[in-house]
């Protein structure tokens, strides 16, 4: 599958138009058109950081996508330690749309996890009762 193809894959797995992608990345919605229809090359790296905030996707994952990186074999398969996302969100600068979160910010993402997982758990509880 080329570039092209798991680009578009990747913005309708989101579930976003090229223009939501567009507005979100600030790609213009015209290249992003022309990429995904195999009308332009590789974009530049630049370009694929800026795609990769709009997806909020890895950044790594697009450049491995695009051919600017050589997976090996050995860390294909590779697993990391699980990484605690509550630690993670206090200890790190983190961007969502193109904005920095503020402690405040984090926070709220904090709870609404917390909820989120909580509400889980509780179902889960209810189902084997």
């Known amino acids: 599958m080329y570039f092209y193809d798991k680009l578009k894959d990747m913005r309708k797995l989101k579930g976003f138009t090229i223009r939501e992608l567009a507005d979100r990345s600030g790609v213009s919605a015209a290249y992003i058109s022309q ?8 974009p530049s790296p630049e370009v694929l950081m ?10 790594s994952e697009l450049m491995d996508i695009a051919g600017y990186l050589e997976s ?19 200890d790190n600068e983190l961007m969502f749309d193109g904005v920095l979160l503020t402690d405040d910010d984090k926070e709220w993402v904090e709870r609404m996890l917390t909820v ?14």
Do not use: C, H, M
């Not at 990429?35 to 590789?42: A, D, P, S, T, V």
């Not at 800026?50 to 950044?59: A, P, Q, R, V």
């Not at 989120?116 to 009762?129: G, I, N, P, V, Y």
């Open 50 to 59: 800026k795609l990769s905030e709009g997806l909020n996707t890895s950044y």
């Open 72 to 90: 090996s074999p050995s860390t294909e398969n590779f697993q990391s330690n699980p990484v605690n996302l509550r630690r993670f969100l206090r």
């Open 116 to 129: 989120l997982f909580w509400k889980e758990r509780q179902s889960a509880r209810s189902d084997k009762q």
């Open 35 to 42: 990429l995904e229809n195999g009308n332009r090359g590789i």
